[in-house]
Structure formats: structure tokens, C-alpha cells
């Protein structure tokens, strides 16, 4: 049983995605960070960096495995299953670098965006740098879609990771009909029944 430490932030909702779009049975434990729940020290005995999510694997005979970062947990899921990260050395380090990608530009980007936007008029060369970034970021992972039907060969972790960030678009200030291949994709994963699961689980426990 897999013990799932979260919150409804687009961080935490890769791994509620994760876990539903492979049906494995999982507690979800909520970490409200408004609150500082985070800073606990039970949390902090899961994760010594205070982020979320974070998840402890329990195996049979008392054995325990627990896994932070959000890419790390999805790499973690793929290998233990077999599903969304491929084997072959090929693909696989397609859906690593597009993984990559996100952990690395898309999420750092998206998410200075999210926090200076509120503070436009206090911090205005913030803004438009990071607003400026997430544009370009758009266009790479637009141009990457007009081509493919998902960030790699097949639907993978790579898309799980980058789905959330792109659900909160109201928040980056562009207009979707710029990037049409990127809209494409959304709403194909968006219609997956276990990503409308994955949204929404942290909110509804």
C-alpha cells in the first residue's frame, strides 16, 4: 500500500494523476501547506526538504520505501509498474528528457509567474521575465506537439508532470489560440477519466 503525502498544487497533482491513471491502491494523506504542515516533523522524517508530495511505499513484511520530488516519484511508479516510463534506452530517455524539461523550465518558470503576477505592479521587471519565459516555453512545447501526439512517443510521465502545470493557463497570461498543437494535447489528456480524478482528489478528502 502506498501512502500518498499531498496537496492540490500542480506539483501534487502529478502523483494523484499518477496513482489513479495505474490503479494502485493508495491512502492520501492531505498536507495543507497554508498551514505549515509541511514543517512538521513527521513530514520532515518523509522529506527533509518540507515540500510535497512525497509517498511511502509499504511492502509486504513490514518494509518501507519513501520517495520525494515529484519527478523522482514518477520515475519511482513507472519502473515499479511498467507503465508511462518505457524500458528501451531510446524512448526512455525521450520521456526523461521531456520530464527534464518540466522539473527543470516549465515548472521553476510557470511557477515565478504565478507568484509575481499578483505582484505586477510592485514588481514589474519580475513579471515580464517570467512572464516572457513561460511564452517561450509555450511555443517549444507547441512546436514539440505539432509534430507528436504526446511529449514522447506514447503518453508517459512526461506528460503527467507538464499536464498540471498547463491546467492552470488562466494563471500565465496567454491566449491559447497562439499555441493551437499545445491546445490539442490539453484537452486529450484533460478527457483522461483518471487525470478528472487526479485533479480534484486532494480537495475532495
Known amino acids: 500500500m ?3 503525502y499531498t496537496w492540490l498544487t500542480s506539483n501534487g497533482r502529478k502523483a494523484t494523476i499518477m496513482l489513479e491513471e495505474l490503479g494502485l491502491p493508495y491512502n492520501l494523506h492531505p498536507i495543507n501547506i497554508t498551514n505549515g504542515e509541511q514543517f512538521s516533523s513527521e ?11 512525497a509517498i511511502v511505499d509499504r511492502q ?12 523522482a516519484i514518477l520515475m519511482y511508479l513507472g519502473d515499479k509498474t511498467g507503465c508511462f516510463f518505457p524500458t528501451g534506452h531510446r524512448n526512455r530517455y525521450m520521456v526523461i528528457q ?6 527543470g523550465g516549465v515548472g521553476p518558470m510557470f511557477g515565478q509567474l504565478h507568484h509575481f ?3 505586477q505592479d510592485e514588481a514589474p521587471y519580475a513579471y515580464d521575465r517570467y512572464h516572457k ?8 512545447l507547441n512546436e514539440r506537439l505539432a509534430h507528436h501526439e504526446y511529449l514522447a512517443d506514447d503518453y508517459s510521465i512526461a506528460d503527467i508532470a507538464t499536464f498540471p502545470w498547463v491546467f492552470r493557463n488562466e494563471w500565465h497570461d496567454v491566449d491559447f489560440k ?4 499545445l491546445k490539442r494535447w490539453y ?4 478527457e483522461r477519466p483518471a487525470v478528472q480524478r487526479g485533479l480534484w482528489l486532494p480537495k475532495l478528502k
Open 2 to 4: 502506498i501512502d500518498l
Open 43 to 53: 513530514f520532515m522524517a518523509i522529506n527533509p526538504n518540507s515540500k510535497i508530495p
Open 60 to 71: 509486504e513484511g513490514g518494509q518501507s520505501y519513501s520517495v520525494f520530488e515529484s519527478g
Open 98 to 103: 521531456w520530464l527534464m524539461f518540466q522539473m
Open 117 to 119: 503576477r499578483t505582484r
Open 133 to 140: 519565459e513561460t511564452k517561450r516555453l509555450y511555443g517549444v
Open 178 to 181: 497562439e499555441y493551437p498543437h
Open 187 to 190: 484537452d486529450d489528456v484533460y
